[in-house]
């Protein structure tokens, strides 16, 4: 008999129970063995979607791990292992066995498989669009998932192997086919482009949720222009771009505001996050608890990053948002601050669009002057010093800026084909990757490889323990 694969595995562990009812986040798994006739009403749909929304937040997903792999895999942070956490992905050392790659893995099928359960639904009694308008989330929901599993194990910036390889592409719930393979990353990248197209298809702008919990037809129009910028896409990235900008929707957050919106719900410039609340939460192991405290506290900021605040830019110290711990130990103190876990995470600010925008403008011509002027649109509400040209080593200093411990700087480092920065030796303890390392992708996890004999493991990793 064939062993499952992970990716199996995960769809099949949500088809174990279900049940609908309108208070519940998540689905439980506990009463159909066939979860598809489960699925009757809208109101039942609805409920699968929130439980999806509700898995994103999870701590191997957004709820943490994502984040802070991209940030101690740059030249923003470290880890300090005061609770032994992060010690091989600020390494970039992680073994195909390791908890960090398994579970991040297969929790993003998880929410793959969710979506995929969603979009497979028919015969739903309510009203057509609000069920196109919920089946369409779904769509630009997996979308991102494999984009988020994409950039974390696809060897795109790896030479030396096969820079083809993506991840599996996987657009049923459940499927005969219990060995995927891995879709290459171009047809990964159509496969996304078109989930979002799809998702665009299949919404409508009013029945958009103004709570920004839910994603919106904005919120899909921000996720194209990120994909777009990643694969250098931009007459898309600028397109996508225009959609945000035009709605009039969003505002970039004033210099006052900044410190607070992250104890906030839905600030003007929030387009799409997760919601947290302190009875539904990661506990320790969320993000308040890795960015600060004795206790835990692993992920510490890097000098080489607090020295780039002005002395009254409201990013740095002068309004608390970063900090000193202990005397001397440099702190993300104001994202994620609230100690019951309430304060939501924020995937899609309107500033990542405006200097996504700023990008894709100088990209497509060098010297368009308005280039310049949407990059200077966020220092100017951060009391900070305008820039006096539109560079792409300045655009990726100011995202560097405005978005850093939010999960971007590896992803930004990698798509513009840069080494990963040694600023500080003794504690980036990565050593400095050379763009192009197979450190620079994820092992695929040895349970998949174990279970399915057509996955192929990345460059550089061992396919046995």
């Known amino acids: 008999m064939r062993k499952l694969s992970i990716i199996i595995l995960a769809i099949a562990l949500l088809g174990i129970t279900f049940s609908c009812t309108k208070d519940d986040?998540?689905?439980?798994?506990?009463?159909?063995?066939?979860?598809?006739?489960?699925?009757?009403?809208?109101?039942?749909?609805?409920?699968?979607?929130?439980?999806?929304?509700?898995?994103?937040?999870?701590?191997?997903?957004?709820?943490?791990?994502?984040?802070?792999?991209?940030?101690?895999?740059?030249?923003?942070?470290?880890?300090?292992?005061?609770?032994?956490?992060?010690?091989?992905?600020?390494?970039?050392?992680?073994?195909?066995?390791?908890?960090?790659?398994?579970?991040?893995?297969?929790?993003?099928?998880?929410?793959?498989?969710?979506?995929?359960?969603?979009?497979?639904?028919?015969?739903?009694?309510?009203?057509?669009?609000?069920i196109n308008h919920i089946k369409g989330q779904a769509y630009a929901i997996r979308a991102l998932a494999h984009f988020d599993l994409l950039?974390?194990?696809?060897?795109?910036?790896?030479?030396?192997?096969?820079?083809?390889?993506?991840?599996?592409?996987?657009?049923?719930?459940?499927?005969?086919?219990?060995?995927?393979?891995?879709?290459?990353?171009?047809?990964?990248?159509t496969n996304i482009n078109n989930d979002l197209m799809q998702a665009l298809n299949l919404m409508d702008e009013s029945l958009n949720n103004p709570s920004k919990q839910y994603i919106t037809t904005y919120a899909v129009n921000a996720l194209q222009a990120r994909v777009a910028v990643y694969f250098k896409d931009w007459p898309a990235a600028k397109l996508a771009c225009e959609a945000v900008i035009n709605s009039d929707n969003y505002e970039i957050i004033s210099p006052e505001n900044f410190p607070k919106i992250w104890t906030q719900d839905g600030p003007v410039n929030s387009i799409f996050e997760l919601a947290f609340s302190s009875i539904d939460n990661q506990n320790i192991n969320g993000l308040q608890y890795i960015y600060r405290g004795e206790n835990y506290g692993d992920i510490e900021a890097l000098a080489d990053l607090t020295d780039l605040f002005e002395a009254?830019?409201?990013?740095?110290?002068?309004?608390?948002?970063?900090?000193?711990?202990?005397?001397?130990?440099?702190?993300?103190?104001?994202?994620?601050?609230?100690?019951?876990?309430?304060?939501?995470?924020?995937?899609?600010r309107y500033e990542e669009v405006v200097l996504m925008y700023a990008e894709a403008l100088f990209e497509i011509d060098n010297n368009d002057p308005e280039a310049l002027v949407w990059l200077n649109k966020v220092p100017a509400k951060r009391k900070a010093t305008l820039y006096s040209e539109a560079t792409k080593a300045n655009i990726m200093l100011e995202r560097r800026k405005e978005l850093c411990f939010e999960g971007f700087r590896f992803d930004d480092l990698a798509r513009t084909g840069s080494d990963i920065p040694l600023v500080a030796a003794l504690k980036q303890t990565h050593g400095g990757p050379q763009y192009g390392s197979y450190k620079y992708a994820f092992p695929i996890p040895l349970a998949e490889l174990n279970a399915n004999s057509a996955m192929v493991q990345n460059y550089g990793y061992s396919s046995s323990k």
């Open 312 to 348: 009254d830019d409201v990013r740095g110290f002068s309004t608390g948002m970063l900090g000193i711990e202990g005397g001397s130990l440099l702190r993300n103190m104001g994202k994620y601050p609230s100690i019951d876990y309430s304060d939501e995470i924020f995937l899609i």
């Open 151 to 189: 950039k974390l194990y696809g060897q795109q910036h790896v030479t030396g192997g096969d820079p083809t390889l993506g991840i599996p592409y996987v657009t049923v719930f459940k499927d005969d086919n219990l060995l995927p393979v891995r879709n290459t990353v171009a047809e990964v990248k």
């Open 25 to 130: 986040l998540e689905p439980t798994l506990a009463q159909s063995k066939n979860i598809l006739v489960s699925i009757n009403t809208t109101e039942d749909l609805l409920t699968l979607l929130n439980g999806t929304y509700n898995r994103m937040t999870q701590a191997s997903y957004y709820g943490r791990d994502l984040i802070i792999f991209n940030e101690v895999r740059s030249d923003n942070c470290f880890s300090n292992g005061n609770s032994g956490r992060f010690l091989t992905p600020a390494a970039m050392t992680l073994g195909n066995n390791e908890a960090y790659v398994t579970d991040t893995w297969s929790q993003i099928y998880a929410v793959i498989a969710e979506a995929n359960l969603i979009i497979g639904a028919t015969d739903i009694e309510g009203d057509e669009d609000e």
